[in-house]
């Protein structure tokens, strides 16, 4: 599960960063960005975790102050999860008739 972290102090490095997540399970990849934003910098970060140590680090973390911030954690949903597959039509060969079948095969 990909989690997205803001309000990051600039201070704080991946490194770091890692070490706090990595109390509630293995962090499996970490990108740290800084922002600057009308005359203050501040830092983002995505971190992937296994779904279950994501939402205790969650429940730990979210609100959580490091480097006089509080940060702030969302999940990071994959383009493929909350969308509908598109349904396509089948043509069955010398009817004429066409199904509409979602795209994963079932018939609706």
Request: charged residues 20%; proline residues 5%.
């Amino acid at each position: 599960m990909k989690l997205y972290v803001t309000n990051i102090s600039p201070r704080i490095t991946e490194k770091s960063l890692k070490n706090l997540f990595s109390r509630h399970g293995p962090v499996l990849s970490i990108q740290l960005s800084k922002l600057e934003r009308a005359g203050s910098t501040t830092s983002v970060a995505i971190l992937e975790m296994d779904a279950e140590d994501a939402l205790l680090a969650i429940g730990a973390l979210n609100g959580h102050p490091a480097s006089n911030r509080r940060l702030y954690i969302s999940v990071i949903k994959d383009k493929a999860q909350g969308r509908k597959p598109e349904p396509t039509a089948v043509s069955f060969a010398n009817t004429g008739h066409k199904v509409m079948k979602a795209a994963s095969g079932s018939a609706r």
